[in-house]
């Protein structure tokens, strides 16, 4: 890999569970890490943004027989679902990661050699509770219900309790390094209450937990058969009584398959330990404390950070799944709000922090509100009058210091920065429409269509300051619509164009000067340039009602 003087950036979402089409609520953490890794892009970070599908599992397979298709083809399916959805999002990762990728079997393989060779793993024998969808539950996993035992993640799928000899993984032998760890790095999990959950678990004493099943035929094969030799036959085939590699062991590895373990050592140098995984907050256990150790037991680093979010809960507080009928589906969300407005009412709805319920309506109100109504009119509203006013010519700005009494930029822009950094995507956008409501009430006290009035008549003072108010409006909207140009990636463009400025960053956010000093006040100040005619940006829904 050639040197890069950069500062580099590697995030990661969860891998989504490849069984159905997704829903808004699965896409939500994909679309907040997109605006994060866009935001480091742009500010000219060496940025690599993973995503993809977790697609080995009993449910799957049993899934793929009652269709009568092979799994690969089921999962295919699936996948393109997946693909087809975060495109129409704007999301533009790295790489799409896929747990039936072939490098990422030979990652997984090679990580439960070295843990074998580490003494971390023993041949054991498994009694309980199976969730076909999660794996292998702890007694404090199940909840016993009227209906009998479930697994609280996947309520509606039948439990089944099972006897089987399998691979175990020591996770009590790291319960001292993980607590120290937790507390030597304190932002390792994030948000702060989260972390608090996750120590008083380890406090409570780890379990060893199976890291292999018997008998299945649908997942990357173990590597070691019981004896401690390679399970690799000589013809190259793996021998089916070693099992496969658990689907969550199987599935945490993809991190790291996408940097190059094992086979791109180069890559691999560069872009681990990962700076940031973001995750839903129902799978924090595994990555917080099975996957450090994991990664220690192989003599790798752990991640520097794994943010949790909450979930999009239905009106009636209700988690959303297609089974319970009340997920979203993206193709309608980015149909009523287009590509932008989806991404945006998602992220400015619910805190990146915690649950919220949510509703179509709501999504339309804040839509209406915010886009339409005031960001939307504030542009169409400045580009029209400088249009009319000027010519189309654009003046230049107030001077910073000067501005800043009115508009407070200078301090805004450190805000934003903090909010992304500290993953709080809707501090952020509240950051940015904090200026948008400011500027739309500059145009409100500043009145320009009674300066214009008044220029024509020969009004001097009114000529000079119809021009500095155009020239503060355009450049506040050019700030913002950077600003907001992670989370509005194809919007952003289109309203510079509007101002006479070309975009400079690539559809995915990189390339380009550093994001910090385009968006300095009056950075462009003395470069000559024309206004493009006003198009609208946001048109007005009327409909608050959900699609059928």
Same mark, same amino acid.
């Given at each position: 890999?050639?040197?890069?003087?950069?500062?580099?950036?590697?995030?990661?979402?969860?891998?989504?569970? /490849?069984?159905?089409? =997704?829903?808004?609520?699965?896409?939500?953490?994909?679309?907040?890490?997109?605006?994060?890794?866009?935001?480091?892009?742009?500010?000219?970070?060496?940025?690599?943004?993973?995503?993809?599908?977790?697609?080995?599992?009993?449910? &799957?397979?049993?899934?793929?027989?009652?269709?009568?298709?092979?799994?690969?083809?089921?999962?295919? @399916?699936?996948?393109?679902?997946?693909?087809? *959805?975060?495109? /129409?999002?704007?999301?533009?990762?790295?790489?799409?990661?896929?747990?039936?990728?072939?490098?990422?079997? &030979?990652?997984?393989?090679? +990580?439960?050699?070295?843990?074998?060779?580490?003494?971390?793993?023993?041949?054991?024998?498994?009694?309980?509770?199976?969730?076909?969808?999660?794996?292998?539950?702890?007694?404090?996993?199940?909840?016993?219900?009227?209906?009998?035992?479930?697994?609280?993640?996947? !309520?509606?799928?039948?439990?089944?309790?099972?006897?089987?000899?399998?691979?175990?993984?020591? $996770?009590?032998?790291?319960?001292?390094?993980?607590?120290?760890?937790?507390?030597?790095?304190?932002?390792?999990?994030?948000?702060?209450?989260?972390?608090?959950?996750?120590?008083?678990?380890?406090?409570?004493?780890?379990?060893?937990?199976?890291?292999?099943?018997?008998?299945?035929?649908?997942?990357?094969?173990?590597?070691?058969?019981?004896?401690?030799?390679? *399970?690799?036959?000589?013809?190259?085939?793996?021998? !089916?009584?070693?099992?496969?590699?658990?689907?969550?062991?199987?599935?945490?590895?993809?991190?790291?398959?996408?940097?190059?373990?094992?086979?791109? =050592?180069?890559?691999?140098?560069?872009?681990?330990?990962?700076?940031?995984?973001?995750?839903?907050?129902?799978?924090?256990?595994?990555?917080?404390?099975?996957?450090?150790?994991?990664?220690?037991?192989?003599? +790798?680093?752990?991640?520097?950070?794994?943010?949790?979010?909450?979930?999009?809960?239905?009106?009636?507080?209700?988690?959303?799944?297609?089974?319970?009928?009340?997920?979203?589906?993206?193709?309608?969300?980015?149909?009523?709000?287009?590509?932008?407005?989806?991404?945006?009412?998602?992220?400015?709805?619910?805190?990146?922090?915690? @649950?919220?319920?949510?509703?179509?309506?709501?999504?339309?109100?804040?839509?209406?509100?915010?886009?339409?109504?005031?960001?939307?009119?504030?542009?169409?509203?400045?580009?029209?009058?400088?249009?009319?006013?000027?010519?189309?010519?654009?003046? @230049? !700005?107030?001077?910073?210091? #000067? /501005?800043?009494?009115?508009?407070?930029?200078?301090?805004?822009?450190?805000?934003? /920065?903090?909010?992304?950094?500290?993953? $709080?995507?809707?501090?952020?956008?509240?950051? &940015?429409?904090?200026?948008?409501?400011?500027?739309?009430?500059?145009?409100?006290?500043?009145? =320009?269509?009674?300066?214009?009035? *008044?220029?024509?008549?020969?009004?001097?003072?009114?000529?000079?300051?119809?021009?500095?108010?155009?020239?503060?409006?355009?450049?506040?909207?050019?700030?913002?619509?950077?600003?907001?140009?992670?989370?509005?990636?194809?919007?952003?463009?289109?309203?510079?164009?509007?101002?006479?400025?070309?975009?400079?960053?690539?559809?995915?956010?990189?390339?380009? =000067?550093?994001?910090?000093?385009?968006?300095?006040?009056?950075?462009?100040?003395?470069?000559?340039?024309?206004?493009?005619?006003? #198009?609208?940006?946001?048109?007005?829904?009327?409909?608050?009602?959900? !699609?059928?």
């Amino acid at each position: 890999m050639p040197d890069d003087a950069r500062a580099r950036f590697y995030l990661t979402t969860a891998i989504a569970y /490849a069984n159905s089409q =997704p829903g808004v609520h699965t896409l939500y953490e994909v679309i907040g890490a997109d605006a994060i890794a866009r935001w480091h892009r742009m500010v000219g970070d060496d940025t690599r943004f993973l995503t993809g599908t977790d697609e080995h599992s009993v449910n &799957i397979a049993t899934r793929a027989a009652e269709e009568g298709v092979e799994p690969k083809a089921y999962v295919d @399916d699936k996948v393109a679902l997946f693909k087809a *959805a975060e495109n /129409a999002l704007g999301i533009r990762p790295d790489r799409f990661i896929r747990t039936t990728d072939p490098d990422h079997a &030979i990652a997984a393989q090679e +990580l439960v050699r070295r843990a074998h060779a580490n003494g971390d793993i023993y041949v054991g024998t498994y009694e309980g509770w199976y969730c076909p969808n999660e794996g292998f539950r702890n007694a404090t996993d199940v909840q016993e219900t009227a209906l009998g035992t479930i697994c609280p993640n996947h !309520p509606d799928v039948p439990l089944q309790w099972l006897t089987e000899r399998n691979w175990f993984f020591r $996770l009590s032998a790291y319960q001292e390094r993980l607590e120290r760890h937790f507390l030597d790095n304190p932002t390792f999990v994030q948000p702060d209450y989260r972390r608090n959950e996750m120590l008083g678990f380890i406090r409570q004493g780890l379990e060893d937990f199976s890291i292999s099943r018997a008998g299945s035929g649908w997942g990357i094969p173990f590597p070691i058969a019981e004896n401690g030799e390679t *399970a690799q036959r000589e013809d190259g085939s793996w021998d !089916p009584e070693a099992g496969t590699i658990y689907v969550w062991y199987d599935a945490l590895i993809n991190y790291i398959t996408g940097v190059g373990f094992p086979d791109d =050592p180069d890559t691999f140098a560069r872009y681990w330990p990962a700076d940031l995984h973001v995750i839903g907050k129902d799978i924090l256990r595994f990555h917080t404390i099975f996957w450090p150790a994991m990664l220690w037991s192989a003599g +790798l680093e752990a991640p520097r950070k794994v943010w949790a979010h909450g979930w999009l809960l239905a009106a009636d507080g209700e988690r959303m799944s297609k089974s319970r009928g009340n997920f979203l589906d993206p193709a309608d969300f980015v149909a009523a709000f287009g590509s932008d407005g989806a991404r945006y009412v998602a992220l400015r709805e619910v805190p990146f922090d915690k @649950d919220a319920e949510v509703s179509w309506d709501g999504f339309v109100r804040r839509y209406n509100a915010d886009l339409a109504n005031d960001f939307g009119n504030l542009v169409n509203r400045t580009v029209s009058m400088a249009n009319r006013y000027l010519g189309g010519e654009r003046p @230049d !700005p107030s001077p910073a210091a #000067e /501005a800043d009494s009115t508009w407070s930029w200078t301090s805004r822009v450190p805000m934003l /920065a903090a909010a992304i950094d500290g993953c $709080l995507l809707h501090e952020a956008l509240g950051t &940015i429409w904090a200026v948008v409501g400011e500027a739309n009430r500059f145009v409100d006290a500043e009145k =320009p269509w009674e300066l214009n009035k *008044a220029a024509k008549t020969g009004d001097e003072a009114a000529t000079a300051r119809r021009r500095t108010v155009l020239g503060d409006l355009i450049e506040a909207c050019r700030l913002i619509a950077l600003a907001a140009a992670p989370f509005l990636p194809a919007t952003a463009p289109r309203v510079l164009t509007q101002l006479g400025y070309a975009y400079p960053y690539g559809e995915d956010g990189n390339g380009g =000067p550093p994001l910090l000093d385009e968006l300095r006040w009056g950075a462009h100040a003395g470069e000559n340039g024309t206004l493009t005619a006003a #198009e609208p940006l946001f048109p007005r829904l009327d409909s608050e009602s959900a !699609p059928d």
